[in-house]
């Protein structure tokens, strides 16, 4: 895997054994902090790309706020939160403390999914060579202060900041309707702030530099940098980490994952199973969470997959149809009943059993589902299914309808 | 702070397997019934409700992975195993194919009691599972 540049020098600011960061925000204290953190522009790398500080602000005077970090990475195409635990734990170790310093918070919580048990070990470790700075933590800086790391049992939705928090509580991990939003009634109904792994692993650098140096990278509604997941059918897959809106996803496929090695390229994935796909004449265009979204897809996680001219477009349909029928958790009526149509559909069109009226149907419930879903989840489900329809009708009309 | 999945965990590590017995003990400390700790136990994939195979082979499905030939991996093993998502006779396999496993940059991948198995072909797969087939051999 490509050494990651940028991460090493986060890394390398804050050694081990120093915690010069969480010092510094110390002794700003927790307003200067969010302050900072305003300035900064940072925004949630989950996936919904909502800001950090207005997050917070939700929460902010409240006491007994729970923070929560999720490390239940499992977007298909996406291992960056893997990358980060494995090799820069004490990054987000730091960058943890730093969080519940400036919110108030002695529940902490680190959700990692089971499948991660090298990450698991890997913060553990950290946890082991920093208890020191742990204790001076507890007693000096936070009072009270608990971090549990806790194990996941196999289950996508947990991605989900609500499943999350029934999962968390015990219970069978399905969505919670929103509002109220978990930043005002969460884990056992107190305040809660679910942040991305890789969200809390900008606060040291965003303490360290200061807001303003942190948002002169990037552009507007996208500061900083953002990791890069590239998988499929590259030359060079990996783990990269980019300026968000100066670079390009088109160089982001060739100039650093050297292209298709052994064909044409088809399509393009940009942020992991459920966000929409773009065909080889919608490369041009900056990876940041705007110019994204204005053509109509998503950065999502930043799990880029790219697939050539050898991979059959209604294959790939079935494929995330197949994985949000599996994990979808059943609780609501659009996601559970519609991913079940959309996958059953697609099937039959494989098996040569179709109408072409049913890829009209496919996206009316795909539509559905985008509207009246609970969760992210669902109302994102259809994203790749319709749009690999939208681009590539053929693959599904063809030889099979 | 023992939340609920730390119990299960601590159980399964131990039996390998969710015994009934451990499940009316959990749920009696968590204050739900039987079946509703149930429900919650069958909505994880990786909690077993019977004992599995000594070595659990999960295998990648999922697109990046897919994109990469996985399939043929997953019908070579399959064959040699001659299972398709389930045990084997002598107890000795579970096979599962999953979803991401999170090391999409290097697929297809496996896992074998979650030790990593990258950039895997046909072969290759074969063999890492003939060495552990000798494993079990020699330990039985």
Known sequence: MPEHKYLKKFIEASPSGDFANLRKAVEYGRDKCLNELEISGLVGRGGAGFSTAAKWKFAWNSPDVVLICNGDEGEPGSFKDRYILENGAFLLLEGLLISAFMLNSSEVYLYIRDEYKDALEAFHKCLDDNLDLIVWYCEQVNPGFELKVVCGGGAYVCGDETSLINSLEGKRPHSRIKPPYPAEKGLRGLPTIVNNVETLSNLPLIIRDGGEKFSSMGVEGSRGSKLICLSGNVEKPGLYEIEMGKITLEEIIYTLGGGCPNGKLKFVIPGGTSTAVLAPDGLKIAVDYGSLRKAGTSLGTGAVIVADESVDALDAACNAADFFMSETCGICFPCKEGNRQIDHLLNLIRQGKGQESYLKLIQDVALTASCAARCGLGQSCGNMVTSLIDKFRTDFVGAKL | MEVLLDKLHKVQDEFGFLP????????????????????????????????????????????????NSAADVRQKVEEHLEIRNGSSKDGLFRLETVECLGHCGEGPIMTINDKIYDKLNPEKAIEIITSYQHKGEENA
């Open chain 2, 20 to 67: 009934e017995s451990e499940i009316v003990r959990i749920a009696n400390e968590q204050g739900i019934t039987k079946s509703e700790l149930f429900g919650i136990i069958t909505f994880y994939s990786r909690f077993y409700l019977q004992p599995v195979g000594k070595f659990v082979i999960r295998i990648c499905k999922s697109l990046s992975c897919g994109i």
